[in-house]
């Protein structure tokens, strides 16, 4: 495995983490359980559905950044982050940067596997304890990962029918995702795929 170095390139998105022991956590899924290809490939297969900074080599990781970044701004508004504790925020912010970290699968194919979400939040329970998560805040997370397509729960090419938003954090978990992959959102990054102003 490549060594990769997630306390210098992750180190704006640790700092929105308040909790030790999740900030940790986080740390050890992006360092140890994260497939390769989250950190290379475009967030697109076909390059139709996100914006110029979620394309190329690190496109991803830098879509997953930008939803983790949108999630702290609306988070940071009263009116929205008010009806979530400091610990349910935290693991919101951690479900929007890993929610697609098995969006081509666990071995890459060349193509977005329409049921990653539900892939990933079996991954976060199947390994909540080696991460030191409860259940509760697996669980938790799981749920907001499951859902994070929204609407768009079907596919013709895929049997799978994903879970649909219900509770207000999975609809917050789909809105930040969704516009991270709008195109007429640019979220400016420098040159190490660090968020910049």
């Known amino acids: 495995m490549e060594n990769r170095d997630i306390e210098n390139r992750f180190s704006d998105c640790l700092s929105l983490i308040k909790e030790d022991g999740l900030k940790e956590s986080l740390k050890l899924i992006l360092d140890e359980y994260l497939p390769n290809y989250w950190f290379h490939e475009g967030a ?4 139709k559905y996100h914006p110029v900074y979620a394309a190329g080599d690190g496109g991803l990781m830098r879509h997953s950044k930008a939803a983790m970044f949108i999630g702290k701004d609306i988070l940071d508004n009263p009116l929205f982050g008010d009806h979530f504790s400091s610990h349910q925020k935290d693991l919101l912010l951690m479900s929007l940067l890993i929610h697609d970290g098995l969006k081509y699968n666990f071995e890459k194919e060349k193509y977005t ?12 329970m ?3 304890e080696l991460w030191d998560l409860s259940y509760e805040d697996a669980e938790y997370m799981a749920r907001v990962i499951a859902s994070h397509m929204g609407p768009w729960n079907k596919s013709q090419y895929d049997k799978t029918i994903l879970p649909v938003p219900e509770t207000k954090e ?3 978990v789909h809105l930040c995702d969704y516009l991270a992959s709008r195109k007429l959102i640019n979220i400016h990054f420098d040159d190490n795929s660090m968020i910049s102003n």
């Open 126 to 128: 199947d390994n909540h």
């Open 113 to 124: 596997n329409f049921a990653h979400p539900v892939l990933m939040a079996k991954f976060v």
């Open 170 to 172: 999975e609809v917050f």
């Open 44 to 47: 697109s297969s076909t390059g």
